[in-house]
């Protein structure tokens, strides 16, 4: 799969005769193609390293056997159990979940200005450029808000890999935005229950939730082809051989 993304909603499940909050995580693929495909929904017990491995083992058993960038919101453990199974795949965090939760740590009276120091980061052309924007928002308001800007350093490397690939390919990679589309669906279908009696229940009603949103998945995603060609170049030798010419 070229691009593979990940994302959690979260429900009520009753257990042991009380409900309890549970994390539901909808794998999307992007085959090679250019289409979406649901890759599976996993009900987290825990999070961490070792359940990420445990979803990652079970897509490569059931035949994914590459996967050019994942991404996620900032997943403990995810970019470290992926380098295990798929260890040549590029893990992109999602930029706009980094965005929103640096923003909780925000004074509301430096909210805007702060933005628009942000907005030359992620927004920037170049990976230098976006480096340089960094260098200035700490410079700034690194005094102020210095939780946030250690969160966007350390987590840099993952949530810079965009910047070396074409409009095209960022635009697909650096939000999650697509698995969100599929949440939308769900949540259309799951807003007047408060909980669910058992995970069957849920799990029931959210499959009936994906075919309905795979109806529209039927071409390919806007401007493919060009993408697919830059993707060749990017990933030489990975996906030549599932291109059919």
């Known amino acids: 799969y070229p691009f593979v993304w990940l994302d959690a ?28 495909e649901l890759l599976g929904l996993y009900l987290s017990e825990s999070e961490g ?9 079970d897509l490569n058993n059931r035949g994914v056997k590459d996967i050019l960038i994942t991404s996620v919101d900032g997943l403990t453990g995810f970019p470290e159990a992926i380098a295990t199974i798929f260890p040549k795949t590029e893990v992109q965090l999602c930029v706009i979940h980094q965005i929103r939760n640096s923003m909780k740590y925000v ?7 702060f933005m628009a120091d942000l907005k030359c980061v992620y927004r920037a052309a170049t990976h230098n450029a976006a480096e340089q924007a960094l260098d200035d ?44 589309a599929v949440h939308r669906q769900f949540r259309k ?5 408060g909980g669910f009696a058992n ?20 071409h390919p995603v806007q401007n ?22």
């Open 9 to 36: 909603i979260h429900y009520k499940v009753k257990e042991n005769g009380r409900f309890v909050a549970k994390a539901l995580y909808t794998i999307l693929g992007l085959t090679i193609e250019g289409k979406k």
């Open 49 to 57: 390293a070792r359940y990420w491995l445990s979803i990652l083992t």
């Open 107 to 113: 004074a509301s009276k430096n909210q805007k200005a």
């Open 137 to 180: 928002l700490e410079a700034k308001w690194g005094q102020q808000y210095p939780l946030v800007i250690k969160s966007w350093r350390n987590k840099w490397e993952h949530l810079s890999a965009y910047f070396k690939y074409p409009e095209d390919v960022r635009k697909a990679i650096y939000t999650t935005n697509a698995v969100e």
């Open 189 to 193: 279908l799951t807003k007047t229950k």
């Open 199 to 218: 995970e069957n229940a849920l799990l029931k009603l959210l499959y009936a939730g994906m075919l309905k949103a795979s109806e529209k998945w039927t």
């Open 224 to 245: 493919w082809s060009l993408t697919l060609s830059q993707l060749s170049i990017h990933f030489a030798g990975r996906i030549d051989e599932y291109v059919e010419l």
